[in-house]
């Protein structure tokens, strides 16, 4: 693929890529603007033309127009490489060998959809009964059912095959797009049409039905385009402000989320026809860490909150729960109630674990032996999946008091079979970390600023990094005399083995943590000793 990607960066200067996103204003060779990620009082975001790199000096990101829509978009490098490979006109199946075939199906397929989009929105505007369902029944506005693109599927049995059969699509194609039912009729019939759409487009439907009928949601079935274990509704048209708020609120319907951007919490999304998985998580943890669930305090709710914990301890993820709906029953229902209540209730959540014992709690009780058993079996099976050691230690504490016991007694028990070993996330490569941050500044000295010594900090190869530091050391070291360099140098070297230090103290005390669990006394005076070593240096 190196050769696709050099193709894409000739085709697509770095500083048309990152204006999407951003205004950048010229400051003589470079361009400078306001982080996207609203960590900068003052643009501390700089564009290289001439070099085709970025770097965001608030945030120590940087890199090529790939790890740009990569940082910016929330999506992995495949994703953004057949963005960008879109925006260029690169056919990646040259440079890949891949199925030309499967290539050109799918985008016909987003050709039809796209088309079919166009007309479940025309259908909308020439339906009064429709109109007031959206507008006033479910009392829409006109920016919203523009943004979400919402129209409405007719009650004929084959309206939408024959606008497609005259715009030249055959049965087979619509049937691969998820638009026919086993007839060969419509799908979809007498329903409010609401798309879903990624960063390519209209990739299927989820549809509503206006009147009394079963289901009262029918969505389109798994294709080449539309995977449920993946898609992430509203996460097309929340993107931007989850970026720039730094959190992702997670409600159970899609009415829900539109509701919500409509009153204001544009960082609403949804999972689409089946519970939360690994990936939904996985790709709104690239864009935020802060995860917040908007899930009925019922028995099913608390399942999936529970599913949820189980898979964020693996992804860096801060899960909380928002449950204070004033007595609506969900999001929508309290929007309607009042707006406001809803992004107050946003700004009021709770730590996932701790909503869920305590929800654990109103359905025991701890009074009784029997209760009390119950309580701590549930809450160590939980407890298994909370990845920090410390985190862990603070709610085994919590649980031992409630049910007065200790934790030894606690970790005593024997609670179903062992979860999987969790670890702890490691910050990418050119995250917000400050060692990142202080490596960058070093490195630059030592590749452009002639100072040599300096030990102990190796030097990239690569040539887009090395670019990007050419661009931080003329950003910030610019016309230093070279014993003003080497004084820095030595600085920042001494910074950044302390924080190194710090960090190696971090795991280790999380190893240790995890050894006085599991009761290994050797291995707990084995990492005692490192943690002297290190904090004697």
Not at 322 to 329: P, R, T
Not at 492 to 497: D, S
């Amino acid at each position: 693929m190196d050769d696709a990607k050099e193709e894409i960066r000739a085709r697509l200067p770095v500083e048309d890529v990152v204006g999407q996103y951003i205004e950048l204003r010229r400051a003589g060779r470079t361009l400078k603007g306001r982080s996207p990620w609203g960590v900068d009082k003052t643009p501390s975001f700089m564009v290289s033309p001439e070099k085709g790199i970025w770097h965001d000096f608030s945030a120590n990101k940087g890199g090529d127009i790939f790890a740009f829509v990569m940082e910016v978009e929330g999506i992995s490098f495949r994703e953004a490489l057949e963005k960008l490979a879109a925006q260029a006109g690169v056919e990646l199946k040259k440079y890949s060998g891949g199925d030309r075939q499967v290539a050109e199906r799918k985008k016909r397929m987003q050709e039809l959809l796209e088309l079919t989009c166009k007309y479940y929105q025309f259908c909308l505007t020439k339906s009064k009964k429709v109109c007031q369902y959206v507008f006033e029944k479910r009392a829409m506005l006109k920016g919203t059912v523009k943004e979400f693109r919402i129209g409405y599927a007719p009650a004929e049995g084959k309206a939408l095959v024959k606008f497609l059969t005259s715009r030249g699509y055959k049965p087979a194609e619509m049937e691969a797009s998820g638009v026919l039912n086993r007839f060969g009729g419509d799908l979809f019939r007498g329903r409010m049409m609401v798309p879903f759409i990624d960063t390519n487009g209209v990739i299927g439907f989820t549809a509503r039905i206006l009147d009394q009928g079963e289901p009262k949601y029918l969505n389109t079935p798994e294709t080449l385009l539309f995977n449920k274990s993946r898609f992430v509704f509203g996460l097309a048209q929340a993107k931007e402000a989850i970026r720039q708020h730094g959190f992702v609120v997670i409600v159970e319907g899609n009415m829900d989320v539109i509701s919500s951007h409509q009153a204001g919490v544009r960082e609403a999304v949804a999972t689409s026809g089946t519970a939360m998985t690994e990936l939904h998580l996985k790709s709104l943890s690239r864009l935020t860490p802060d995860v917040r669930l908007a899930y009925d305090g019922d028995a099913a709710g608390v399942k999936a909150t529970e599913r949820a914990i189980m898979m964020a301890g693996d992804l860096g993820v801060n899960l909380s729960v928002i449950s204070d709906y004033h007595g609506a029953k969900d999001p929508d229902e309290l929007i309607q109630k009042d707006p406001k209540l809803w992004q107050e209730a946003v700004q009021n959540y709770r730590p996932a674990v701790d909503w869920l014992l305590d929800k654990y709690e109103e359905n025991l009780d701890l009074s009784s032996a029997l209760g009390k058993k119950e309580y701590s079996d549930v809450a160590m099976k939980l407890l298994k999946y909370v990845s920090d050691a410390v985190e862990r230690k603070h709610y085994e504490q919590l649980v031992a008091r409630k049910l007065d016991c200790t934790v030894e007694d606690l970790h005593a028990k024997k609670v179903g079979e062992a979860a999987p070993k969790r670890y702890k996330k490691v910050e990418a490569e050119g995250g917000t970390d400050v060692v990142q941050g202080i490596k960058d500044n070093l490195q630059a000295i030592v590749v452009y600023g002639g100072v040599t010594n300096v030990k102990g900090v190796e030097l990239p190869e690569d040539e887009t990094k090395l670019a990007e530091l050419e661009m931080v050391f003329e950003a910030r070291y610019k016309g230093w005399g070279q014993a003003q360099l080497e004084k820095e140098a030595s600085a920042l070297l001494v910074r950044y083995k302390a924080e190194l230090g710090k960090q190696e103290v971090e795991q280790l005390n999380i190893e240790l943590a995890e050894a006085e669990e599991a009761g290994d006394e050797d291995r707990q005076a084995e990492i005692l000793r490192k943690i002297m070593v290190l904090m004697k240096k």
